[in-house]
């Protein structure tokens, strides 16, 4: 399987909004469920959002339901995360994930198979 590459990242003020991308270096991403996570600073590492191979089932963690949308475009073998109204607690490194399980048909069951990107930065400042 290729590596995982994310992008987007940047330096945004609160209200503000960015929108990270999930590509694989080679390989597709279009028969697995994906999810995004993020890890803030000096914190574990959290779910963020998880949508299944064929994008009809999305999944979010509480703290950013109504702001964040997962979505993927299977054509382009990309994965996105639309993150609108940013706050400073979302300040954290973002990173893709591939579930464990190829063609899981709901988002609810994602696991992260535990090969990682390098992640992109995103912060925001207050």
């Known amino acids: 399987q290729g590596k995982l590459v994310e992008s987007g990242g940047g330096l945004v003020q609160a209200g503000g909004s960015l929108k990270l991308s999930c590509a694989i270096s080679?390989?597709?991403?279009?028969?697995?469920?994906m999810g995004w996570f993020r890890q803030p600073p000096s914190k574990e590492r959290e779910f963020v959002a998880a949508?299944?191979?064929?994008?009809?089932?999305?999944r979010y963690s509480d703290s950013v339901k109504g702001r964040f949308t997962i979505s993927r475009d299977n054509a382009k073998n990309t994965v996105y995360l639309q993150m609108n109204s940013l706050k400073p607690e979302d300040t954290a490194v973002y990173y893709c994930?591939?579930?464990?399980?190829?063609?899981?048909?709901?988002?609810?069951?994602?696991?992260?198979?535990?090969?990682w990107g390098q992640g992109t930065q995103v912060t925001v400042s207050s």
């Open positions: 994930a591939r579930d464990r399980v190829f063609f899981r048909v709901t988002a609810t069951d994602f696991k992260p198979n535990g090969s």
């Open positions: 080679r390989g597709t991403l279009s028969n697995s469920g």
């Open positions: 949508i299944a191979w064929n994008g009809i089932s999305t």
